[in-house]
């Protein structure tokens, strides 16, 4: 029971980064409105702006990735493995965090931090005149998305855990059909 609350726990917390990603996306497409409606409108052009919806774009994609993951919307080889049973599933998607990605993960967070933190200490801002300032802001998304996703990670090997150990349902490890 324990490994079924700890998923849980962690699925929460998938769901929020996803919830967080859609918030982005209103928020991005706002942004867009609001530029178009300037530049056609009112012939009035920002830099800014514009940098804008390309982090927020970056935002939502980062952020979205790991309730992408424990949606089961992640890209796999669904030719082969959507002929195996339950059990097989379980252990490939195990062997697949633990071999392809928690590494990546952990990798990409850990060099991620000194990227952000290299343009925080810089003072980074955009090199176009009129764009963000604070460049830090967006490049810290990179390597908090990858611990997300790690995170993430760590709930569909439980996941797959408890379907091999059969403390859940075979029929709740089938990928979402759309």
């Given at each position: ?5 700890l998923?849980q726990?962690i ?32 012939n ?52 697949g ?69 059969g ?5 709740d490890?089938?990928p979402?059909?759309?």
């Open positions: 029971m324990f490994l079924l609350r998923e726990v699925n929460s917390f998938s769901e929020l980064m996803g919830k967080i990603s859609a918030v982005l996306f209103v928020l991005m497409l706002f942004n867009v409105f609001i530029d178009v409606v300037m530049r056609y409108v009112f009035d052009v920002s830099i800014g702006m514009q940098e804008m919806e390309w982090h927020l774009y970056a935002a939502v994609f980062l952020l979205g990735v790991p309730y992408t993951l424990k949606a089961g919307g992640h890209v796999r080889v669904d030719l082969i493995y959507e002929g195996l049973s339950a059990k097989t599933k379980a252990v490939i998607d195990m062997l965090c633990l071999i392809l990605l928690f590494p990546f993960c952990a990798l990409v967070g850990w060099y991620g931090i000194d990227f952000a933190r290299e343009a925080f200490e810089l003072g980074e801002t955009s090199g176009d005149p009129g764009g963000l300032p604070y460049r830090w802001l967006i490049k810290s998304v990179i390597p908090f998305a990858f611990f997300a996703m790690l995170i993430s990670g760590v709930g569909l090997l439980l996941k797959s855990l408890n379907v091999y150990l403390n859940s349902q075979a029929d490890y089938q979402p059909q759309h």
